[in-house]
């Protein structure tokens, strides 16, 4: 955090009554908190001031979104929450790979962003040594998954879901992101199908660990990957 006692949040957004309402949650949240309205001014600040995170909406005037994020992380590994009033952006977005760590979709509950907030900075600060590694081992090999006290045996596809979820903690995963990922041969697949993998996976997933929900469903999105304490789904 650079020295400063409390984490700093750059809020761009050029809706000012919404960008007022998140700054006063995160503030008693306890952040530090810098707004900018022009898209085209913010690259240079983050990269003067090194923010903690970035909440940045997706249409802004001056620089859209999609390049701000493009240069942030061309630069830094600065975490970066996207903001967009579409869910069916949240889908196109993901398909670029632009590298934020989260996205939400507006209008959404201040008290959720906040949480996302905290998500995501306890996931890009926490020490390489990770919960994760201490919760799940992926035996590939013969397909089942371990916990210190129990083992299961998943199917083929159960596990590449698994798998490919697993391997990248916070992101999130798109169904037809997933069915590419799952399905080599490029079959045509349902967005049902996916979900109802998902929901057998995780009906497997109670028996290793029945205190704790590690795969969240992204509403309109599709789901992503966290076990670490505290979080919830969405």
Excluded at 24 to 44: K, M, P
Excluded at 107 to 116: D, I, N
Excluded at 135 to 143: C, F, G, R, W
Excluded at 187 to 203: E, F, W
Aim: charged letters at 30%.
């Amino acid at each position: 955090m650079s020295g400063r006692t409390q984490p700093l949040i750059l809020i761009v957004e050029d809706e000012e009554r919404l960008a007022e309402l998140v700054a006063d949650y995160l503030r008693t949240g306890g952040y530090q908190i810098h707004h900018l309205s022009d898209g085209a001014t913010v690259t240079d600040w983050v990269k003067e001031n090194k923010p903690d995170l970035v909440l940045l909406d997706l249409m802004l005037p001056g620089k859209d979104g999609l390049t701000i994020c493009r240069d942030v992380r061309e630069r830094s590994e600065t975490p970066i929450i996207m903001t967009t009033a579409r869910v069916e952006e949240i889908d196109r977005l993901l398909g670029l790979e632009l590298g934020a760590d989260d996205y939400v979709c507006k209008p959404y509950s201040p008290r959720e962003l906040v949480a996302r907030v905290k998500a995501v900075l306890r996931r890009t600060q926490a020490p390489e040594r990770t919960p994760r590694n201490e919760i799940l081992s992926l035996l590939p090999e013969s397909l089942r998954v371990r916990t210190p006290h129990r083992e299961i045996e998943l199917t083929a596809v159960e596990f590449a879901l698994l798998e490919t979820l697993y391997r990248a903690p916070g992101r999130i995963f798109s169904r037809n992101s997933l069915m590419d990922h799952i399905y080599r041969d490029h079959r045509v697949v349902s967005d049902r199908t996916i979900d109802s993998h998902v929901k057998k996976l995780r009906r497997k997933l109670a028996e290793l660990l029945p205190d704790r929900e590690i795969i969240h469903s992204v509403y309109g999105v599709g789901y992503r990957y966290e076990d670490l304490e505290g979080d919830h789904g969405v």
